[in-house]
């Protein structure tokens, strides 16, 4: 069964603190990709990475970075994090399109920032 | 940016009946994929429907493209309580996928 896990379902911190959210795919797949859903606005694209220590910006990196050191490992790191990006973060992956479509999803991460 | 829109938005439906939600985008695609996500978790593939394909079935799922319009629609039949969950239909460029808004989808026992 393929899965993708996100390394917590909640979080809470501070304005100004450093974040990382983490994520694991057991499948082996070369892309993934970090998203955030807000409501009214749908998912928007953060970050995605098509192989090991490549990543590309997505449309609203601001604010964002990313570490891709292994295949399985996808993080996002919020360098200060600020009451603006209170929101639901999702990871995901999947195969080259030219292999698949289809994206796997981890079960998100709900981060408040006070 | 390129980006599908859902409609309705919202949708409440008894146990049973029949459920159809509606998808448009921009741009020419290669392909178009309808997600479920359940309150608030993460998102499940439900189907895929190519550029060249103008209907197809999965299960309860019917889902038919019109690229002339750009449109998409997803049909539920014989709903359940357990359809209750947001769609969103996705469309894909080099790397990148598009996600729309989203219909909210209640089914009431």
């Known amino acids: 069964d393929v899965k993708v896990t996100q390394s917590s379902r909640y979080l809470v911190k501070r304005t100004g603190e450093k974040v990382f959210l983490e994520c694991v795919q057991d499948m082996d797949h070369e892309n993934m990709f970090w998203y955030r859903q807000d409501p009214g606005l749908g998912l928007r694209l953060i970050y995605f990475s098509y192989d090991v220590k490549m990543k590309e910006k997505g449309d609203i990196p601001e604010g964002y970075s990313v570490s891709r050191e292994k295949k399985e490992r996808f993080s996002l790191i919020l360098e200060s994090a600020s009451t603006n990006q209170t929101s639901m973060y999702l990871c995901?992956?999947?195969?080259?399109?030219?292999?698949?479509?289809?994206?796997?999803f981890g079960p998100g991460t709900r981060l408040l920032v006070l | 940016s390129q980006q599908g829109e859902e409609d309705p938005q919202a949708l409440s439906i008894q146990e049973g009946e029949n459920a159809t939600m509606n998808c448009s985008y921009k741009t020419s695609i290669n392909n178009l994929q309808w997600y479920r996500q359940n309150s608030g978790r993460g998102l499940v593939h439900l189907i895929l429907?190519?550029?060249?394909?103008r209907e197809k079935h999965s299960g309860r799922l019917r889902v038919t493209l019109d690229t002339s319009k750009k449109s998409s629609s997803l049909l539920i039949t014989a709903s359940r309580a357990a359809d209750t969950a947001s769609y969103f239909c996705?469309?894909?460029?080099?790397?990148?996928?598009?996600f729309g808004t989203g219909t909210r989808l209640k089914v009431l026992a």
């Open positions: 996705v469309t894909s460029g080099t790397y990148k996928y598009i």
């Open positions: 995901a992956s999947s195969r080259p399109q030219t292999l698949s479509e289809t994206q796997y």
């Open positions: 429907i190519r550029s060249n394909e």
